[in-house]
């Protein structure tokens, strides 16, 4: 158990309404991740953080923004949601320890766009 | 060529069989490989990373083939509770992001 926690676990919004999902992790890790995952697409990088205040862009990024304040909180906010944003998103760690490269999963959200 | 590419399956299979899947990457550069299960409405949970000399954990055997850039993973006595889809993850350089095939399904039958 990485310690991450993702709120809300579901939710159902409307085009054009603006949306911020949360990731909460306890154990201090530098490096976060948004991912999305879609049947036919698997899981695809949205945006991740390397520190707080740090961030960068991952493949599919348009569309959504995030921020990093606080060590243990990374939000995605996705600015004017569309229907094509539906999808599961899942928030990640890597591992400070171990094998670096190796990424713990929260729960996911399951966001509906109607 | 995709980056990483897996075969979707479904693999059926009856329970106490051996199934094998492969994973194909096209970045001779990859470093670091991983096997991941995600059962139905779940997150993605590490199974075991991928080692150059290949690795055993209990039922499970993982093998990396640099040459034609694959990594398997070999389930033996596969149980009901190995029905799952397996995910591959590799990363695609000298950084901390992985990048994911689609992922094999794979369905144990009584």
């Known amino acids: 158990d990485a310690g991450i926690t993702q709120s809300p676990r579901h939710k159902v919004t409307e085009t054009g309404t603006p949306v911020t999902l949360r990731c909460h992790q306890t154990e201090n890790h530098r490096y976060m991740y948004w991912y999305r995952q879609d049947p036919g697409h698997g899981l695809r990088l949205i945006h991740y953080s390397y520190g707080v205040k740090d961030t960068d862009k991952g493949e599919v990024s348009d569309g959504y923004s995030v921020s990093r304040s606080k060590t243990e909180d990374f939000l995605l906010t996705l600015e004017s949601a569309t229907s094509s944003q539906t999808s599961v998103y899942f928030c990640a760690i890597t591992d400070s320890g171990g094998k670096k490269e190796t990424q713990y999963f929260g729960p996911g959200t399951r966001l509906l766009v109607l | 060529r995709k980056e990483v590419e897996q075969d979707p399956g479904p693999f059926n299979v009856p329970e106490g069989a051996t199934v094998a899947f492969n994973c194909t990457y096209s970045n001779s550069a990859s470093q670091s490989f991983f096997w991941y299960r995600q059962d139905c409405r779940k997150e993605p949970k590490l199974l075991m990373s991928v080692y150059s000399s290949g690795n055993e954990d209990g039922r499970f055997t993982a093998q990396l083939n640099r040459a034609s850039q694959y990594i398997s993973l070999l389930i033996r006595d596969s149980k009901l509770s190995d029905s799952a889809t397996y995910l591959c993850?590799?990363?695609?350089?000298?950084?901390?992001?992985?990048?994911w095939g689609l992922g094999t399904s794979l369905a144990v039958n009584p």
């Open positions: 993850g590799l990363n695609a350089g000298n950084n901390r992001k992985l990048i």
